[in-house]
C-alpha cells in the first residue's frame, strides 16, 4: 500500500509559477511510474507528465517547455514545477504512483489561474 500526499498549490496570474511536489510513502523505486495528471471542471483527467522506469520523462504537447518533472528517490517525493502558466492550466493535479502493477492516487491539489 502507498499513500500519495500532493501539496503546493493554489492561484496564480498568466505567466506565474508554482511548484508541486508529492510525498509517497512509504517509498517508491526508480523502477517504479510517477506522473501528475489535472482534471478541470467538465473534462476528463489527463496526464500532464511521467517519469517511467529509467527516468525516461514524457510531457502532454500543451505543457512541454514549461513544466518539468523530477523525483528525489532518497525523499520519496516527486515534484512539477511550472512556469509560465496559462489560464487554462486551471485545474485539479493530482499525483500518480505505480508500484507492482497497482495504481495510487492522491487527493488532488488545485490550481488556479487567473488575472
Known amino acids: 500500500q502507498v499513500h500519495v500526499a500532493e501539496s503546493g498549490g493554489g492561484s496564480v496570474q498568466p505567466g506565474g509559477s508554482l511548484r508541486l511536489s508529492c510525498v509517497a510513502s512509504?517509498?517508491?523505486?526508480?523502477?517504479?511510474?510517477t506522473a501528475w495528471y489535472r482534471q478541470a471542471p467538465g473534462e476528463s483527467r489527463e496526464l500532464v507528465a511521467q517519469?517511467?522506469?529509467?527516468?525516461?520523462?514524457n510531457y502532454a504537447d500543451s505543457v512541454k517547455g514549461r513544466f518539468t518533472i523530477s523525483r528525489d528517490l532518497a525523499k520519496n517525493t516527486v515534484s512539477l514545477q511550472m512556469d509560465s502558466l496559462k489560464p487554462e492550466d486551471t485545474a485539479t493535479y493530482y499525483c500518480?504512483?505505480?508500484?507492482?502493477?497497482?495504481?495510487?492516487w492522491g487527493q488532488g491539489t488545485q490550481v488556479t489561474v487567473s488575472s
Open positions: 500518480f504512483v505505480k508500484q507492482w502493477g497497482l495504481s495510487y
Open positions: 512509504p517509498v517508491f523505486f526508480s523502477r517504479d511510474t
Open positions: 517519469i517511467m522506469s529509467g527516468g525516461v520523462t
